[in-house]
């Protein structure tokens, strides 16, 4: 029998609703029967569009939004039945880092404020002890200590971004939700992030969910993934199946776009509008997930 997963997102579905006055409501489903698994320790990759729901499904995974439906379970539990205190605890286990660290981090405080921020909250050892935890940190993302004394605007973008992956370790998380974290840097410091984030999976043993619209970094950094269209999730495979045999046409017109696929489809609804075509999208809502090979889904 296979473990647990560590994270367990069951048909989850977000629907936002626009009232018009003597119109019909516009309902727009932002994320529409989502549903995957994370293991402990692993990096998995959930690639969309602008607009194709992943933020939203990120949100509704850290509890910072309600879901119409479904569950989202860590650790086996349902995060939305959890009482405040165990609610509490899953906030130490679960850490979001965001695309723009500069507007993440309070302008007004210093390095070691802001990474102190969740030690104090969660009230988490002494003073002395708080501030060789910060020492700690900032030497684990490749930050000299003495940058605890420099506010937001005396940093680099790349800077900024190990500050805040700094202060989302400071409490031990199992769970690391990154949603577009690297895309605001240039290609070669975020290449240094993705390495950082690399060694610190490996050697904390975290799982990732890494939430980007950048293939290339998907096919780096991860070792499942799910692409997203529309709110749904057209094809779900490890990295290396899905970049070597793509089977949904979305898929092959987000790797062809991007370089890291020669064969474009001939499919009249896809070949000439690019991976922004809305058409096909009805198919989707139809069409199960399959197995087409083993352990590779798509909606075809």
């Known amino acids: 029998m296979p473990p647990r997963p560590l994270l367990h997102v069951d048909r989850l579905e977000k629907q936002f609703i626009r009232r018009r006055l003597l119109r019909a409501p516009v309902v727009t489903r932002a994320v529409d029967d989502v549903s995957f698994d994370i293991r402990g320790g692993e990096s998995f990759g959930l690639v969309g569009e602008s607009g194709s729901g992943k933020?939203?499904?990120?949100?509704?995974?850290l509890r910072l939004t309600r879901p119409t439906s479904g569950d989202v379970r860590f650790d086996g539990e349902s995060i939305y039945t959890m009482s405040r205190a165990r609610l509490r605890t899953l906030r130490r286990a679960m850490q979001p880092v965001?695309?723009?660290?500069?507007?993440?981090?309070?302008?007004?405080?210093?390095?070691?404020?802001?990474?102190?921020?969740?030690?104090?909250v969660h009230e988490v050892g002494t003073r002395e002890s708080r501030r060789a935890r910060v020492?700690?940190?900032?030497?684990?993302?490749?930050?000299?200590?003495?940058?605890?004394?420099?506010?937001?605007?005396?940093?680099?973008?790349?800077?900024r971004q190990r500050i805040a992956?700094?202060?989302?370790?400071?409490?031990?998380?199992r769970l690391?939700?990154?949603?577009?974290?690297?895309?605001?840097?240039?290609?070669?410091v975020a290449a240094q992030i993705v390495n950082l984030l690399l060694r610190l999976r490996q050697d904390l043993?975290?799982?990732?969910?890494f939430i980007t619209h950048d293939l290339r970094l998907v096919r780096h950094l991860t070792t499942r993934v799910a692409v997203m269209r529309a709110g749904r999730i057209v094809e779900s495979a490890s990295t290396l199946a899905l970049f070597a045999s793509p089977h949904h046409p979305y898929t092959h017109e987000l790797l062809s776009a991007a370089g890291l696929w020669k064969e474009r489809l001939a499919d009249p609804d896809l070949a000439h509008?690019?991976?922004?075509?809305?058409?096909?999208?009805?198919d989707d809502r139809v069409l199960p997930l399959r197995e087409v090979t083993p352990a590779h889904w798509a909606r075809v």
């Open 55 to 61: 933020t939203t499904a990120a949100r509704c995974i």
């Open 273 to 282: 509008a690019g991976p922004r075509a809305d058409s096909g999208v009805g």
């Open 176 to 188: 690391l939700v990154l949603d577009e974290p690297v895309s605001a840097l240039d290609a070669s």
């Open 98 to 120: 965001f695309q723009d660290p500069y507007s993440s981090l309070d302008p007004r405080r210093t390095v070691q404020q802001s990474v102190t921020e969740p030690l104090v």
């Open 135 to 159: 020492a700690e940190l900032l030497n684990l993302v490749g930050l000299d200590p003495a940058y605890g004394a420099r506010k937001p605007h005396e940093l680099s973008g790349g800077q």
């Open 165 to 173: 992956l700094a202060r989302a370790l400071a409490l031990g998380p």
């Open 205 to 209: 043993n975290l799982a990732l969910l």
